[in-house]
């Protein structure tokens, strides 16, 4: 799946942004490889949130550069990012909340394949079809036509990535997708959106807190420590060792002790 | 939050599974024994007329306020729109006085002003887009009452001598032909805006109220979005200028106050901001018993519209569409 | 240049003692404003009214103080006394009655609750004064005028004007400094601006808080309209202008700043006043301008600060 011969997708080099005295990015450096998928790790706070919000034009970094497809990205607009293939999901799902899950995905779609229409519906046949194809791949065409105010964690976890992929990225940029989520349903979420995003073959970068998670779906892995990645590498190594484990996983099994703050996946 | 106006889930538009079709049905049915019904009323009570075309003219200004409901925005300033397309008819009817000339110039005016106020007030939302509105208009109401030489102040200017096609009809045929403009430009309106809000910049204009991030993360401009909604509120608020002016003939600052804003979002809060049907519903209401109360209470005029308006929002927040809606569906079911 | 302002010097002396007089009582009713909304976040559209309000009560209660033969100080008496009344009598049953069921919910519906109110309120003076001018200069007449040197000229101007309506201004400024920041009730009001959940939690009783603030913030509207009636006479409408243009000044200032209102009032203050002697016609039109000037380039204000939103 990975191809690491072909130039990365996405190059962080020297990236750094402080709020007041907080460095949330500290000398960010990042390549991201075409076709992988690579986990972020790290403690509230560390900067991870930042990396994305950096990524996709949230917000403008103080240095450094990003090129994406080796061209500079920086200063652009949100939506200017998005149009270049970078999409992204967020925290806190953001749908829109008084229409229903199809009608949040077909104006997806509609973003993508033409908003500006003023008099046909939005809810044509070809974009209803393509909005209800893409629904059942997410396993959502159950809940269609409930509104997206309605739906459990798990399933707006999941309307909030089938947006994002609606528009066809090459890079989605994932913030914990599964925090929330029931622990029950955890790994089926991890599994349709693995599966959906390979077939689509979409580089993706998650946010994620669940060590299993991230041993099982993941290329490879970058631990966040104070605004700076302190290990990269494939999970296997990286979680093998000591620091990562005393530093990250360390809290996560044990609730915190170290007296880093606590990681947002210990409720999982 | 069910009783905020634009969130009754009645109300919507949309196609839902199983009662879209009636709905839909329903508004068409209901639009067609309205229309009936009211050139059946100008043609049995003809001092009735001249009412029913500015409540017309009064209900295509609305569905302006309506659009912007969508996006969860007040305008307290629509009014300048009107009074725009109402000067244009003024200034232009001695040397222009051909009322299909007037009718398009006047809304193409507005819809100029629209785009550069537009320009202005779309980057703001909520306190800030209503109250700049508000602000906007009072300028030109000020200016429409101070610059004297050009716009005769408060006394207004009178407009005479309309032709319509080139022909100068007796005064009956001329009020017949306004009441039938306005209604047909009403209709005409009426469907424009139930597609636009069905149409993906429609439902976009909705998204502006619940996520706006989301949009501009989807690569969609927001105000854009809601640039496009305020000029063509804009164009609408123009054309119902025109058939004001046209109809009563007289055309004062008044038109740009703030009470005549303060109208235009009451009776789009009476009218229920569900439907494209609410604004003509609550136009035709409201001057209706303004005919008959409005003399006998002129200086208590305001305080009932804000006592109405009150209850409307905390009591009936789907105005009269939402209530007879409600009823039908209930009783059809 | 200096043939024009020796030619228009006097009409610019004018403007500005004119402009600081018109800037202190803008300041006192945009700051009450602020106030509101920075503990109820809802921006008040009879805040205008009340002002209005406050005018016509001073002017009928100095006129009843005159009538039954009370010295002539007690017109002052009159004015503040207009003010408190009005609102205690009518900041209580506006937001217990109709803002408390708004709070939480859409900014678009609480505006349209407040511009219902201001509908009713704006008739509710009518009823009650009339359609006629209302006025009562006796106590900005009573302390006569003072000879302000000017270049070589000298502009008589009112004392009530050069002296109480700044000065009072200013005393409200320090004042409302000193509450906020030393005085246990104007903590907690701070603190509830800041988090109201926080401060919820910590058991300040947000119920009472945001009475006392709107009450207080009526009051201070009243205030502005009550030193406002002695140098003008009222009639209907002034509701509706006081509340654009308190609204340009809090707008230009960034909402809920309130030193910052001090600083856009005399901006805002002596441009109106300027423009009302050099072009009149423009005398409305002025304040706006010089709003939306600063939106353009700071859409936060002058001294706002922009909220960036966590996604």
């Known amino acids: ?268 | 939050m069910s009783n905020t106006p634009a969130r009754h889930p009645s109300a919507s538009s949309l196609p839902r599974l199983g009662g879209a079709a009636r709905g839909a049905g329903l508004e068409m049915a209901l639009t067609l024994i309205g229309a009936l019904a009211l050139i059946l009323i100008a043609w049995a009570a003809p001092w009735l007329r001249f009412v029913l075309t500015i409540a017309l003219a009064k209900g295509i200004a609305v569905l302006g306020i309506l659009l912007l409901l969508r996006a969860g925005q007040v305008s307290f300033g629509h009014a300048m729109f009107l009074a725009t397309g109402a000067y244009t008819v003024a200034f232009l009817a001695p040397s222009v006085p051909e009322a299909l000339i007037l009718l398009p110039l006047g809304g193409a005016l507005a819809l100029g002003l629209g785009l550069v106020v537009g320009l202005f007030v779309v980057r703001y939302r909520d306190i800030f887009f209503g109250m700049l509105n508000l602000a906007l208009s009072m300028v030109l109401y000020s200016l429409l009452e101070k610059l004297y030489s050009l716009t005769k102040g408060t006394d207004g200017i009178r407009v005479a001598g309309l032709t319509f096609a080139g022909q100068s009809p007796p005064r009956e045929t001329q009020e017949w032909l306004m009441f039938g403009l306005a209604l047909g430009l009403a209709l005409v309106f009426g469907l424009l805006v139930r597609a636009y809000l069905a149409s993906p910049m429609g439902q976009a204009l909705k998204g502006i109220k619940t996520r706006e991030t989301r949009l501009e993360f989807m690569g969609v401009p927001a105000r854009r979005v809601l640039l496009f909604a305020y000029a063509f509120s804009a164009l609408m608020g123009g054309v119902a200028g025109t058939l004001v002016a046209m109809t009563s003939r007289h055309v004062t600052p008044l038109l740009a106050y703030w009470t005549s804003s303060g109208e235009l979002v009451f009776i789009a809060i009476l009218g229920g901001a569900g439907s494209a049907l609410g604004p003509f519903l609550g136009a035709v209401a409201f001057e209706l018993v303004r005919v008959y109360a409005a003399a006998q209470l002129a200086d208590a005029w305001q305080m009932i519209l804000g006592a109405v308006l009150l209850g409307v929002i905390l009591f009936a927040p789907g105005g009269v569409w939402g209530i007879l809606s409600a009823r039908l569906k209930g009783r059809a079911a | 240049m200096t043939e024009w302002v020796s030619e228009n010097g006097l009409l610019l002396g004018l403007a500005l003692l004119d402009g600081l007089a018109y800037a202190a009582l803008v300041f006192l009713v945009a700051v009450g404003l602020n106030l509101v909304f920075g503990v109820l976040r809802i921006v008040n559209v009879a805040h205008g009214s009340l002002f209005a309000i406050g005018a016509y009560a001073a002017a009928s209660l100095g006129l009843f103080f005159a009538a039954s033969g009370l010295p002539p100080w007690a017109g002052y008496v009159a004015l503040l006394l207009a003010a408190a009344l009005t609102g205690l009598v009518l900041g209580p049953p506006i937001e217990k009655l109709v803002l408390r069921r708004v709070y939480g919910h859409e900014q678009s519906l609480q505006l349209l609750v407040t511009f219902a109110l201001f509908m009713i309120l704006e008739d509710v003076q009518k009823l009650v004064w009339g359609v006629q001018p209302v006025s009562n200069d006796t106590p900005m007449k009573l302390l006569g005028t003072v000879d302000v040197p000017f270049g070589e000229d000298v502009i008589p101007f009112t004392a009530y004007q050069l002296f109480v309506l700044p000065g009072l201004a200013v005393f409200t400024l320090l004042a409302l400094a000193w509450f906020l920041r030393r005085t246990l009730t104007g903590r907690v009001i701070v603190a509830v601006t800041t988090d109201k959940e926080a401060a919820m939690a910590m058991g300040i009783d947000a119920t009472r808080v945001t009475l006392l603030t709107f009450t207080f913030g009526a009051a201070l509207a009243a205030l502005g309209g009550a030193l406002a009636s002695p140098t003008t006479s009222l009639v209907p409408g002034v509701g509706a202008q006081t509340i654009v243009l308190s609204f340009a000044v809090v707008a230009t200032a960034g909402l809920g700043q309130i030193e910052g209102a001090a600083v856009s009032s005399l901006l805002i203050g002596l441009g109106r006043s300027v423009a009302v002697y050099f072009a009149p016609e423009f005398e409305v039109v002025v304040p706006y301008i010089i709003m939306v000037a600063v939106l353009l380039v700071r859409p936060q204000g002058l001294f706002g600060v922009l909220e960036t939103r966590r996604v």
């Open chain 1, 1 to 268: 799946m990975r191809t690491p011969d072909a130039p990365p997708l996405l190059s962080a080099r020297g990236l750094r942004l402080a709020f007041g005295g907080v460095k949330a990015a500290d000398g960010i450096d990042l390549d991201v490889l075409q076709g992988e998928f690579l986990a972020i790790i790290g403690p509230n706070g560390a900067g991870k949130t930042t990396f994305i919000n950096m990524t996709t034009g949230y917000l403008a970094p103080q240095g450094g550069s990003i090129a994406y497809q080796g061209q500079s990205i920086l200063g652009l607009r949100p939506r200017q990012i998005v149009r270049r293939g970078i999409g992204r999901s967020f925290q806190l799902p953001q749908l829109f909340t008084e229409h229903t899950v199809l009608e949040n995905a077909a104006l997806a779609v509609a973003a993508r394949a033409g908003i500006w229409s003023p008099f046909r519906r939005l809810l044509r046949p070809e974009w209803q079809e393509e909005a209800e194809a893409l629904l059942e791949r997410f396993g959502l065409l159950s809940v269609a036509h409930a509104r997206a105010d309605a739906l459990n964690e798990g399933a707006r976890k999941l309307a909030d990535i089938a947006m994002a992929v609606a528009l066809e990225p090459r890079l989605l940029l994932m913030d914990e997708p599964t925090s929330g989520v029931a622990a029950t349903e955890k790994m089926k979420v991890v599994e349709t959106l693995v599966r959906v995003l390979r077939q689509a073959g979409v580089t993706a970068v998650f946010v994620e807190h669940d060590m299993d998670v991230v041993a099982r779906f993941a290329d490879r892995v970058a631990v966040w420590s104070q605004g700076r990645i302190a290990a990269l590498g494939p999970p296997a190594e990286v979680l093998a060792d000591p620091r990562v484990r005393r530093e990250v996983i360390g809290i996560e099994a044990a609730g915190a002790p170290s007296g880093l703050p606590a990681g947002g996946g210990g409720h999982a």
